[in-house]
């Protein structure tokens, strides 16, 4: 069944976080005869297929596997460590590094200990129960260790997984503004060079980005862990971003075709580089680069 460009893009914008009552989409979805325009089923799932909301990433069996190996191979590495370290070979050995899964890989390890210590009671010299005690010793500790890492593996999981989606939801409200000199200059050049400044900000203002993955929303904390506040009221990322963004002068404004950007550059000028694009065209980079010369400064 088709689909009209405004329905996808308002099923879009709702993914990406964005409000539809923001005024880029007002006015994308104001112009009726694009909102109308039907887009062919074959188009609209092929790319629904190849998106990720928090919640289906969080369901997606696929990368789920791929980032709990990726923790558990440092618990497979430690098992290998101990192995090799205490000199555990034979039928115990291989029957440790034959197994697939790294909680069996730990339950032959406690096999061995167990070994270790119905030796250590039929050992009739003080040397040999001395050096069995000390072996035993170590391997408590590594087990102990190993307990420890087993624990927090999930948590480590979750917190990693968290940071990757507050990360791109940060970059999609950044991709999502209108900067001012987006003729002239490339605008993934514009978008770091915003995060270069918001995250200045936000250490200025000694504030932390909190997000709330059932919700899908990032939000400000002070260094208390309490909400941001300013002139008594609560303050949104997104109103943050747009004042950081504003002041610098960042942002495109609607009729004065973008004179401040251009005039702050030109307070700052370098000789004029160019990068040559594929078109063989060159491009003048150096109110850009007066500008990051500027960020980079401190001034």
Same mark, same amino acid.
């Given at each position: 069944?088709?689909?009209?460009?405004?329905?996808? $893009?308002?099923?879009?914008?709702?993914?990406?976080?964005?409000?539809?009552?923001?005024?880029?989409?007002?006015?994308?979805?104001?112009?009726?005869?694009?909102?109308?325009?039907?887009?062919?089923?074959?188009?609209?799932?092929?790319?629904?297929?190849?998106?990720?909301?928090?919640?289906?990433?969080?369901?997606?069996?696929?990368?789920?596997?791929?980032?709990?190996?990726?923790?558990?191979?440092?618990?497979?590495?430690?098992?290998?460590?101990?192995?090799?370290?205490?000199?555990?070979?034979?039928?115990?050995?291989?029957?440790?590094?034959?197994?697939?899964?790294?909680?069996?890989?730990?339950?032959?390890?406690?096999?061995?200990?167990?070994?270790?210590? +119905?030796?250590?009671?039929?050992?009739?010299?003080?040397?040999?129960?001395?050096?069995?005690?000390?072996?035993?010793?170590?391997?408590?500790?590594?087990?102990?260790?190993?307990?420890?890492?087993?624990?927090?593996?999930?948590?480590?999981?979750?917190?990693?997984?968290?940071?990757?989606?507050?990360?791109?939801? $940060?970059?999609?409200?950044?991709?999502?503004?209108?900067?001012?000199?987006?003729?002239?200059?490339?605008?993934?050049?514009?978008?770091?060079? +915003?995060?270069?400044?918001?995250?200045?900000?936000?250490?200025?203002?000694?504030?932390?980005?909190?997000?709330?993955?059932?919700?899908?929303? $990032?939000?400000?904390?002070?260094?208390?862990?309490?909400?941001?506040?300013?002139?008594?009221?609560?303050?949104?990322?997104?109103?943050?971003?747009?004042?950081?963004?504003?002041?610098?002068?960042?942002?495109?404004?609607?009729?004065?075709?973008?004179?401040?950007?251009?005039? +702050?550059?030109?307070?700052?000028?370098?000789? +004029?580089?160019?990068? $040559?694009?594929?078109?063989?065209?060159?491009?003048?980079?150096?109110?850009?680069?007066?500008?990051?010369?500027?960020?980079?400064?401190?001034?």
């Amino acid at each position: 069944m088709a689909t009209t460009a405004g329905e996808f $893009i308002t099923k879009l914008a709702q993914m990406a976080g964005l409000s539809t009552s923001d005024p880029d989409i007002v006015s994308i979805l104001s112009n009726s005869e694009f909102s109308n325009y039907k887009i062919p089923e074959s188009v609209t799932s092929r790319i629904n297929g190849s998106m990720l909301t928090p919640d289906s990433a969080r369901n997606n069996e696929a990368l789920r596997r791929h980032y709990h190996a990726e923790i558990l191979n440092g618990l497979d590495n430690n098992i290998e460590s101990v192995i090799e370290r205490f000199g555990i070979d034979g039928d115990i050995a291989d029957s440790v590094r034959n197994e697939k899964k790294t909680t069996e890989k730990y339950n032959r390890l406690i096999e061995r200990l167990n070994d270790l210590h +119905a030796k250590k009671a039929a050992t009739t010299t003080r040397s040999d129960k001395q050096e069995l005690e000390n072996e035993i010793g170590k391997l408590n500790n590594q087990v102990r260790d190993l307990n420890e890492k087993l624990k927090t593996a999930p948590t480590e999981r979750d917190s990693f997984w968290t940071e990757k989606l507050k990360t791109k939801a $940060i970059q999609n409200m950044l991709t999502s503004y209108n900067y001012a000199g987006e003729k002239d200059i490339p605008k993934d050049v514009l978008i770091e060079t +915003a995060s270069v400044l918001l995250n200045r900000k936000l250490n200025e203002y000694k504030i932390r980005l909190e997000y709330n993955t059932d919700q899908d929303n $990032i939000s400000l904390k002070t260094e208390s862990g309490m909400d941001f506040y300013k002139d008594n009221s609560p303050v949104s990322f997104k109103s943050f971003a747009d004042s950081v963004l504003a002041e610098s002068k960042l942002l495109t404004i609607p009729g004065a075709n973008n004179a401040p950007t251009q005039q +702050a550059a030109s307070q700052h000028p370098l000789p +004029a580089p160019t990068i $040559i694009q594929g078109n063989g065209k060159s491009q003048d980079m150096s109110r850009y680069l007066a500008a990051l010369d500027e960020i980079s400064s401190g001034r």
